[in-house]
């Protein structure tokens, strides 16, 4: 009877010992064996500080155990101030283990200039809802000079020769259509929403345009100049020609300019009339681009006689890559001369200079 239990119990050790292989190989879930690690951000300027941060495969967070790496140096913590230019390899370690390496770009600090608003007005005579857009247009230019305005029409007398692919550019289904700086459609009904183009203005531009357009007979000539505050990759410069004061009837069915069914004579400001680039833009030679660089090019073109030339004005803007969004725009009239505007920073008043100023004393 003895020997038949140990015959059972036998096997049923060996079983449990492994069978003799040498032990238990089968993986451990708590055992670390890769780490993935997290920046704050991967570009960034010069001076400012990125934190990082590293989880392990079991999912734990181990930033405050890891020892972190900027170019194969130590630096003490997990957040590290890049003072200088350039790119930089950053990875971590704990436990004999490294995590990948991830790149960070260092941008020098941008430069900024003045900002202006771009607003695309599709419209048409035909249009009874388009003078809406009209009127919300003209309580723009009384609240700023700085909206560059382009009206694109369609199907009456100003059409422009490529307006179906500009309207396929940007889904333009339906008329009126107002969109700002090509990113935002402008909320109906325009005219109580004027704060929604001004507002644009507060943003940041690192992009500096002037535009020089000079004239001989019915030769226009468009000097355009670009100064360049940020590290861009790629940049695409559009020149559009518009026009002013074209009157032809318009459709009205708004309570706008008195409620007139029909405006007689209704006169049509910056109507454009041609794209001297591809009208999404062209894209700027890769070693002109970078920050603190400058670009300059002048564009030719001949003022068909059914213009008014001396009505003629220039558009120019810039997008970045691939995206549509006008980083900055300008406008110029023949013979204006433009100079590159840098953003103008205001004096902040001392306390007592405040006062006195307001007490009318100084």
């Known amino acids: 009877m003895k020997k038949f239990v140990y015959l059972i119990v036998f096997p049923l050790l060996l ?3 492994g069978g003799g292989s ?9 055992k670390v064996t890769s780490l993935q690690i997290y920046l704050s951000d991967t570009t960034t300027i010069v001076g400012q500080s990125l934190i990082f941060s590293v989880i392990d495969n079991t999912g ?18 997990s957040k590290y101030t890049f003072n200088e230019i350039g790119k930089f390899q950053v990875h971590a370690t704990f436990q004999g283990i490294s995590s990948q390496r991830k790149e960070v770009t260092v ?3 941008p430069i900024e200039y ?25 309580l723009l230019e009384k609240e700023t000079d700085d909206a560059v305005i382009v009206a694109a029409h369609q199907g009456d007398p100003m059409q422009f020769s490529q307006i179906s692919a500009l309207m396929s550019a940007f889904s333009v289904s339906g008329f009126p259509t107002a969109i700002i700086n090509r990113e935002q459609k402008w909320t109906s009904p325009q005219p109580n929403n004027v704060a929604q183009v001004t507002a644009k203005l507060a943003q940041k531009a690192y992009i500096g345009l002037a535009i020089n357009p000079t004239i001989d007979g019915r030769n226009l000539y468009i000097n355009t100049k670009m100064s360049i505050g940020y590290n861009y990759n790629v940049l695409k410069l559009g020149v559009y020609i518009i026009e002013d004061d074209l009157e032809y009837d318009q459709q009205n069915y708004t309570s706008y300019y008195n409620g007139a069914a029909v405006l007689r004579g209704f006169k049509h400001h910056n109507v454009l009339r041609a794209s001297l680039t591809n009208i999404l833009g062209d894209q700027l030679p890769n070693d002109e681009v970078g920050h603190g660089k400058d670009y300059e090019k002048t564009f030719n073109y001949s003022i068909p006689a059914q213009y008014n030339k001396e009505n003629i004005k220039v558009v120019v803007f810039v997008t970045e890559g ?8 300008r406008v110029a009239e023949i013979g204006e001369t433009q100079e590159i505007e840098k953003k103008e920073w205001k004096k902040l008043l001392t306390c007592t200079e405040w006062v006195m100023k307001k007490l009318w004393l100084w």
Request: with cysteine; hydrophobic share 30%.
């Open 114 to 138: 003045k900002k202006r608003v771009m607003v695309e007005d599709y419209t048409g005579t035909w249009c009874g809802w388009c003078p809406r857009v009209s009127y919300a247009l003209e």
């Open 322 to 329: 691939s995206s549509k969004v006008v980083l900055n725009s």
């Open 107 to 109: 941008n020098p600090v």
């Open 60 to 77: 734990q967070t181990r930033t405050s155990e890891a020892k972190f790496f900027v170019n194969d140096v130590e630096i003490q913590g």
């Open 22 to 30: 040498g032990g238990d190989d089968s993986p451990q879930p708590d």
């Open 15 to 17: 079983a449990c010992s």
